[in-house]
């Protein structure tokens, strides 16, 4: 009997300590900015780009002029761009390594966007699943902006199921013409949203 009343008293105290600890993390994770080196102001180990972020997405969108620029940033020194876009693909950056989002939950993903690009800017999110393999739908929002100040935009999204890693996608689209201008962006925010 006694030997019960210990265990059940064990049980009780795990219990609380596991929700507890629950509680705590997800109200962390609210506020939390879970996109990497989110101002662009880090360098990476070669010191070419920005930590965090690497050039075209695994299937396309490589090509073009990307550029870790300084001097144009609505935070800091430094911001990302994209010109020169080719004529029938897009030309973006986007996060090195999977971010872990949950597919229960709905997340916010924003960034500043400024700029003259002649053609449609891109915020998108893209899932794979445990054999890396994509999986659908991915999220595309298209930005608005202007040259003279740093425009706000955001998009909502929730992993689909089955996901197990989640890429950040900034860059502009292929419209079937040589493109003009440049875009930039800055200043991106990836939360949990309630
Ligand atoms: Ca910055």
Redesign the pocket.
Same mark, same amino acid.
């Given at each position: 009997m006694k030997s019960l009343r210990i265990f059940i008293l064990f049980a009780l105290v795990f219990v609380m300590v596991f929700s507890s600890s629950s509680v705590s993390l997800a109200k962390q994770s609210v506020h939390k900015n879970l996109a990497p080196n989110p $101002?662009?102001?880090k360098a990476n180990k070669e010191k070419l780009l920005p930590a965090g972020w690497i050039l075209g997405e695994p299937w396309c969108c490589n090509a073009g002029t990307f550029s870790w620029v300084t001097g144009n940033?609505?935070?800091?020194?430094? $911001?990302i761009s994209v010109s020169d876009v080719p004529l029938t693909e897009g030309a973006v950056w986007r996060t090195q390594e999977p971010l872990h989002l949950y597919p229960v939950d709905v997340y916010t993903f924003s960034v500043y966007m400024k700029g003259d690009i002649d053609t449609f800017a891109i915020m998108q999110v893209y899932s794979v699943d445990a054999n890396g393999n994509l999986i659908d739908p991915m999220t595309v929002g298209f930005g608005t902006f202007n040259n003279s100040t740093w425009t706000y935009n955001e998009i909502n999204f929730s992993p689909p199921a089955g996901a197990v890693g989640s890429y950040l996608v900034l860059g502009a689209a292929a419209n079937g013409l040589p493109t003009t201008g440049t875009i930039y962006f800055?200043?991106v925010s990836l939360k949990l949203n309630y």
């Amino acid at each position: 009997m006694k030997s019960l009343r210990i265990f059940i008293l064990f049980a009780l105290v795990f219990v609380m300590v596991f929700s507890s600890s629950s509680v705590s993390l997800a109200k962390q994770s609210v506020h939390k900015n879970l996109a990497p080196n989110p $101002s662009f102001e880090k360098a990476n180990k070669e010191k070419l780009l920005p930590a965090g972020w690497i050039l075209g997405e695994p299937w396309c969108c490589n090509a073009g002029t990307f550029s870790w620029v300084t001097g144009n940033a609505y935070d800091g020194k430094y $911001s990302i761009s994209v010109s020169d876009v080719p004529l029938t693909e897009g030309a973006v950056w986007r996060t090195q390594e999977p971010l872990h989002l949950y597919p229960v939950d709905v997340y916010t993903f924003s960034v500043y966007m400024k700029g003259d690009i002649d053609t449609f800017a891109i915020m998108q999110v893209y899932s794979v699943d445990a054999n890396g393999n994509l999986i659908d739908p991915m999220t595309v929002g298209f930005g608005t902006f202007n040259n003279s100040t740093w425009t706000y935009n955001e998009i909502n999204f929730s992993p689909p199921a089955g996901a197990v890693g989640s890429y950040l996608v900034l860059g502009a689209a292929a419209n079937g013409l040589p493109t003009t201008g440049t875009i930039y962006f800055d200043n991106v925010s990836l939360k949990l949203n309630y």
